[in-house]
């Protein structure tokens, strides 16, 4: 994990650089439009902090809770912007199949726009490909701490 890179265009978007019309900002994560769609409504919650991919994500407190806010904000934005969709997609693309090196979270109300996109959203097994944010959370929830003996 950096700071922002001034080559990112995530980055960029992150901290107000570009024209990109955010959907949701706070302290930690930042939300727009995808620009080639791939859903009825596809958006992105991206971390402010410069995280390139899944593959950096530490089963860490911090980590967890910013995965996990990502996907809340997610949920909240389709919710709100597709309340007539009954199905939805949330997860990530893992190296080498991720297009930009910034962490971001694919926030999809289906159906798939046109349905052949399905295929770049399927988990691809030990390849990697898409992984749903919920898996994501079980492979970095941080390990309980062991109890202490009296």
């Known amino acids: 994990m ?4 001034s080559t990112c265009i995530f980055c960029q978007i992150a901290t ?3 024209s990109t019309q955010l959907l949701h900002t706070d302290e930690k994560v930042v ?3 995808d620009i080639n ?3 009825f409504r596809h958006y992105l919650v991206i971390p402010v902090k410069h995280i390139a991919t899944v593959r950096d994500l530490q089963k860490t ?3 967890y809770s910013l995965v996990n806010h990502m996907l809340k904000v997610g949920q909240m934005l389709l919710h709100r912007d597709a309340p007539q969709c009954l199905q939805f997609r949330f997860g990530f693309h893992q190296p080498p199949f991720n297009s930009v090196n910034h962490l971001h979270l694919h926030c999809l109300a ?3 726009i046109p349905r052949w996109k399905h295929v770049k959203y399927m988990p691809l ?3 990697g490909g898409f992984i ?3 898996k994501l959370l079980e492979r970095i929830r941080p390990s309980s701490p062991m109890p202490s003996k009296v």
Do not use: I, M, N, Y
């Open 2 to 5: 950096t700071g922002p890179s």
């Open 16 to 18: 107000s650089s570009t």
């Open 31 to 33: 939300a727009f439009q």
């Open 37 to 39: 769609p791939s859903a």
């Open 61 to 63: 407190p911090e980590d």
């Open 110 to 112: 289906l159906p798939f």
């Open 125 to 127: 097994g030990p390849l």
């Open 132 to 134: 749903e944010a919920e």
